[in-house]
């Protein structure tokens, strides 16, 4: 990637979002951030430009002003990071409240769709760019969170199909899939009981949280010329979650010391 455009990184006052528009920074991107709630994200260079209006990524008039000013302010987009989202509510089927349904759907996956769309079409016209779309590791299992699941397999599929799309356009299209991450919203919700820190992390590999810096470095990885020749695919970040999570079947994951304690 040349250092000659802007970086869009949506969502990015808080949590991956912000944590990548800082790492972006520090390594000499120029770095655009958008938010539903714009604000500087906590620790980050002044050289971080704040887009200052509400940017929702669910609202297509929003997306299609929003990419086409901040273009006219900043400069061409030549990398995008589609960090925004919010988190599936636990439910079981019956209980699914439609408005729930339809909010995360429409955040999650068509917020994804709308941004990528819009600054993907410009890419492709100037026949340059990358775009890092965050799934999650809950859109490749199963969990009590069916629209978030459903959301984020779309997201991952989407990925895959805009890939097709624009790979002879010069433009790559990736995916990071983030295990359970301690960002400052999942942090709150554990510290207030809502979550619990040892069920989160019962099932990773590692026995441990992501922190968001390393779901930045692979998103940065995917949007610099290291991975020139990388389109299309999708890379767990996950502390080993998906490695882990079928070991309860057996006899367990062993312990630091290579302990089972499930095995009789
Ligand atoms: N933290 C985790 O454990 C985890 C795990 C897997 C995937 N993810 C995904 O990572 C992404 C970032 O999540 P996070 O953990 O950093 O969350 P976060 O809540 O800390 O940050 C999300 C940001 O997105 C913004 N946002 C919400 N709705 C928006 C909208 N309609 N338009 C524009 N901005 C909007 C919020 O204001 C916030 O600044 C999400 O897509 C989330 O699903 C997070």
Redesign the pocket.
């Known amino acids: 990637m040349t250092t000659d455009g802007i970086i869009l990184v ?10 990548t528009a800082i790492m972006l920074a520090e390594r000499g991107y120029r770095v655009v951030v ?4 714009p ?1 500087r994200p906590a620790e980050a260079a002044a050289s971080v430009i704040v887009w200052p209006d ?6 297509e008039d ?1 997306v299609s002003a929003g990419v086409e000013a901040i273009e006219k302010t900043h400069g061409p987009i030549i990398g995008l990071v ?7 509510k636990m439910h079981s089927l019956d209980r699914i409240r439609m408005e729930n349904w339809d909010r995360e759907v ?3 996956l068509r ?2 769709f709308l941004v990528a769309r819009a600054v993907g079409v410009r890419m492709a016209a100037r026949k340059h760019g990358a775009i890092v779309n ?5 859109g490749m299992t199963s969990g009590p969170i069916h629209a ?1 699941t459903a959301a ?1 397999a779309g ?1 991952i599929q989407l990925t895959l199909s805009m890939a097709g799309e624009w790979g002879r356009a010069g433009v790559r299209v990736n995916a990071v ?10 942090q709150a919700g554990i510290d207030s009981g809502a979550m619990s820190e040892e069920r989160l992390t019962r099932n990773a590999a590692m026995g441990r ?2 922190q ?1 810096n390393e ?1 930045a470095e692979a998103i940065v990885w995917l949007l610099s010329p290291a991975s020139s020749a990388v389109t299309g695919i999708n890379i767990p970040v996950d502390a080993g979650f998906l490695a882990g999570s079928t070991w309860d079947s057996y006899w367990g994951l062993p312990d630091s010391d290579g302990k089972i304690h499930g095995k009789t």
Do not use: H, Q
């Open positions: 949506t969502g990015g006052s808080r949590g991956i979002g912000a944590a958008t938010d539903i709630k604000e509400s940017f929702d990524v669910a609202r929003n589609n960090a925004a989202g919010v988190f599936g429409n955040i999650d917020g994804t965050v799934a999650s590791v809950a978030y984020k997201v899939s983030p295990g359970f991450t301690r960002t400052v919203a999942l949280l992501v968001p779901v």
